[in-house]
């Protein structure tokens, strides 16, 4: 059965303290590890998609790198709009081609003035 | 533009009433997915679909039921019989193989 862990469960920064959200997973082989940003009471929206062990992708603050065991999720010089929960999720190689998305808990990233 | 609409935003239910949750997509996806929301548990899964007529249930189906009559519309239908139903619901869909979800805006459904 896949699993996601994610932590920390929340994680306060001062306006321009960087830090690293993490993602651990354990699944049979993986076709894609997906990042997603959740503001309060919308849907998540997609942020990456990391598909292969040394890869890395980046979009503005935000950069997100793969192992084989685990995703990080680095924030350089955050900013109060980055507030947010951000949630990781695997999709498994094995099955269908649709295949179902294990999301982990998911991290709250508050960021303050 | 394309995208996914749930409705309605927020729905109150009774004790003993069945509610239905609407979904819709302009994407073209094949699949689509209804997810469970409760603070610090992470998405559950509740139903998926991978083509029309025909659904899946996904890890936590008890007391939900779902149709996918049309490529575009999966409804979800919250039953008298899902004992704590009041949660976050959200609507998802998907082209398949590598590509990840589009997500709705949700429906919160509260019981009174």
């Known amino acids: 059965e896949d699993q996601v862990t994610q932590s920390p469960e929340a994680l306060r920064l001062q306006e321009g303290e960087s830090s690293s959200l993490n993602c651990s997973y354990t699944?049979?082989?993986?076709?894609?590890l997906f990042w997603y940003r959740q503001d309060p009471g919308k849907g998540p929206e997609f942020l990456f998609t990391?598909?292969?062990a040394g890869e890395e992708k980046e979009k503005e603050r935000l950069k997100a790198t793969l192992t084989k065991k685990e995703s990080f999720l680095h924030i350089t010089a955050p900013k109060p709009e980055d507030s947010a929960t951000y949630l990781c999720?695997?999709?498994?190689?094995?099955?269908?081609?649709?295949?179902?998305?294990?999301f982990g808990q998911g991290t709250i990233l508050t960021v303050h003035p | 533009d394309g995208g996914i609409t749930q409705s309605p935003k927020y729905l109150f239910r009774k004790e003993g009433q069945n509610v239905t949750l609407s979904c819709e997509q302009n994407?073209?996806?094949?699949?689509m997915y209804w997810y469970r929301q409760d603070p610090g548990q992470g998405l559950r899964l509740i139903y998926y679909?991978?083509?029309?007529?025909?659904?899946q249930k996904g890890d936590i189906a008890e007391g939900y039921s779902v149709s996918r009559e049309k490529k575009e519309s999966f409804p979800l239908t919250v039953t008298s019989a899902q004992k704590n139903p009041t949660a976050f619901y959200l609507c998802?869909?998907?082209?398949?193989?590598?590509?990840?979800?589009?997500f709705g805006s949700g429906t919160r459904l509260t019981v009174v």
């Open positions: 699944v049979s082989g993986l076709r894609g």
């Open positions: 990391l598909y292969s």
């Open positions: 999720a695997v999709l498994d190689a094995g099955g269908t081609s649709y295949g179902k998305l294990t």
């Open positions: 679909s991978q083509i029309v007529n025909d659904f």
């Open positions: 994407l073209n996806h094949d699949a």
């Open positions: 998802a869909s998907s082209m398949g193989g590598h590509d990840g979800y589009t």
